[in-house]
């Protein structure tokens, strides 16, 4: 993207000649729609253009289009502008005037990097899904995965958040197998589940007197777990004077048993998940923002399974696979509709809904093909419950545009077509209802 002409015809000429497919476009909004009717490998851009700054398009490729390299053109040699531009996340610049040659090395560097960028994203996944059970191929999950990868590298604390059923404690079990601290326990601990009374002794232990019947010292959860990890699940559930207590094993590394008033040092990774807006509770003041801060180091956001609906049917295949195999059946097949119902369903309850409904599915269906009339009524009736009478038309509309979105993988041109709008009226709708990112 250029707003000389000369420069752009002769950039245009010279990729054409080295067989490259070269688009140009006169400025940023134009370079934008561009980008996204099409796939580029790499985007060169000038530094100074006439409204907005060529900066603003390298910031826009960064934040949308992830398989996309940018190199930056500029004027003269100035360190700020080639600075900002890095810093922004030009991979390559070039300062003008150039020669040809240069041109085409810098184009074949910038290349080449994105192909390298593109075979490590694929390189770390691999090995977190196939050892931990954890499964899909959308971009959401993908990310999911980038982020454990990095949180494995660290001993520092992660807060995982998420949907009930959406697998914050697989990815807090992928966090610890994948770290140096694997071959140590990983401790998960229902801060829900245990009463509040009982809690503090679960967690830090208790010596010997401590309360009546405690007749022996018993070690809790944190000594359990020295050297490895412990997960704090539904940590929204503690009690103001439980977080207190967290906060000190965070700051100081050490625990006191209860019945006890000499601390302990403790060596353990902690990692925390919730599915309540934890932030939410800190505003109401039912949850120490101090502690949220403690444990928000790192934060993992699983979508919920509909925001990722790519994943639906890889789902399915595999969870019928598993329970076939348990109960020694063959792999039930799925009828087209069927499979369109499940893709297009809500799952409030996440995966583990679908993994429960799948189950119940390969264990009572007796023919091997698996029909409407098979899914659960909640799910054949939708329609009428909870998409019924009371929807507005923006909601449906809203619900509509997302499913065929989903259906196509997210290609908005695809997606235009089937809805018979262009690109433009969908843009605009999305915006409008908010429809978000797949
Ligand atoms: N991405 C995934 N791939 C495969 N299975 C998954 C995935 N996510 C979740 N599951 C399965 O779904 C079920 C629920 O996962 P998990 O217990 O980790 O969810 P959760 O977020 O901790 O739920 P809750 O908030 O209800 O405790 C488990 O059986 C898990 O194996
Ligand atoms: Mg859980």
Partial sequence: MDDSPETLELLERNLKSEGYDVFTAAGVSEAIALLDETHADLVITDYKMPKSSGMDLIRYVRENLRNTEVMMITGYATVEGAVEAIKAGAEEYLTKPFTDE????????????????????????????SRYGLLGESDAMRQVYGAIAKAALTPATVLITGQSGTGKELVARAIHYSSKRASAP?????????????????LFGYVKGAFTGAIESRAGFFQTADGGTIFLDEVSETSLAMQVKLLRVLQEKEICMVGSTQPRKVNVR????????????????SFREDLFYRLNVIEIAIPRLRDRAEDIILLVRHFARKFAAEVEKSEPRFSDKALSIL?????PGNVRELENVIHSLVVMT????????DLPDLMRYTGAREDGLHRTLDEVEALHIRNVLASVGGNKTRAAE??????KTLRE?????????L
């Fill in 418 to 423: 089937i809805l018979g709008i262009d690109r």
């Fill in 429 to 437: 709708k999305m915006k409008r209802l908010q429809t978000g990112p």
């Fill in 343 to 347: 893709r297009n369903y809500a799952w």
């Fill in 270 to 285: 902690i990692l925390a998940a919730t599915n309540k807006d934890l932030l939410g509770l800190v505003k109401k003041g």
């Fill in 186 to 202: 990983f401790v998960p601990v229902n801060c829900g589940g245990i009463p509040e009374s009982l809690l503090e002794s679960e």
């Fill in 366 to 373: 007796d023919s091997d093909t698996i029909d409407v009339p």
């Fill in 102 to 129: 240069e041109l085409f090395a810098a184009v074949r560097t910038a290349l080449e990097k994105l192909k390298l960028r593109i075979a490590g994203q694929d390189r770390i996944p691999e090995s977190i899904k």
